[in-house]
């Protein structure tokens, strides 16, 4: 078994409980990690052997600019059952984590994040 990342990812999303956040959009940034459960030594240099990091971007990408769900909780759920639909005899735990990097609260913090497993 072995990971695959992503780190990093930035998108502008038009989710939020707030109609504002929906309308303006905002920021968010996604970091993802998947366990392939395949032996390595199967994998002898052949693309096809493995799985395509490009597949979850392109996946995660569409979701989030379709999505106007309301809270980052269930688009980070979303994101984890399309991932595994890619290749459901081969990905095990996917794992999201969820950064909006500007919310409407009054206070001074970086951002707020969640993290999600499955």
């Given at each position: 078994?072995?990971?695959?990342?992503i780190?990093?990812?930035?998108?502008?999303?038009?989710?939020?409980?707030?109609q504002?956040?929906?309308k303006l959009?905002?920021?968010?940034?996604?970091?993802l990690?998947?366990?392939f459960?395949i032996?390595?030594?199967?994998i002898?240099?052949r693309?096809?052997?493995?799985?395509?990091?490009?597949a979850?971007?392109t996946?995660?990408?569409?979701?989030?600019?379709?999505s106007?769900?309301?809270?980052i909780e269930?688009?980070?759920l979303?994101?984890i059952?399309e991932?595994k639909?890619?290749?459901?005899?081969?990905?095990?735990t996917v794992?999201?984590n969820?950064?909006?990097?500007?919310?409407?609260?009054d206070?001074?913090?970086?951002?707020?994040?969640i993290?999600?497993?499955?």
């Amino acid at each position: 078994m072995y990971k695959v990342k992503i780190n990093n990812m930035r998108f502008h999303s038009h989710i939020g409980v707030y109609q504002e956040e929906k309308k303006l959009g905002q920021n968010i940034e996604i970091n993802l990690v998947v366990d392939f459960n395949i032996d390595e030594t199967t994998i002898k240099d052949r693309v096809e052997r493995t799985i395509s990091y490009a597949a979850f971007y392109t996946v995660i990408a569409e979701i989030v600019k379709n999505s106007q769900v309301n809270l980052i909780e269930t688009l980070a759920l979303e994101i984890i059952n399309e991932i595994k639909k890619i290749d459901q005899e081969h990905i095990g735990t996917v794992k999201v984590n969820l950064k909006k990097l500007a919310v409407p609260i009054d206070g001074i913090f970086d951002n707020v994040e969640i993290e999600m497993e499955r």
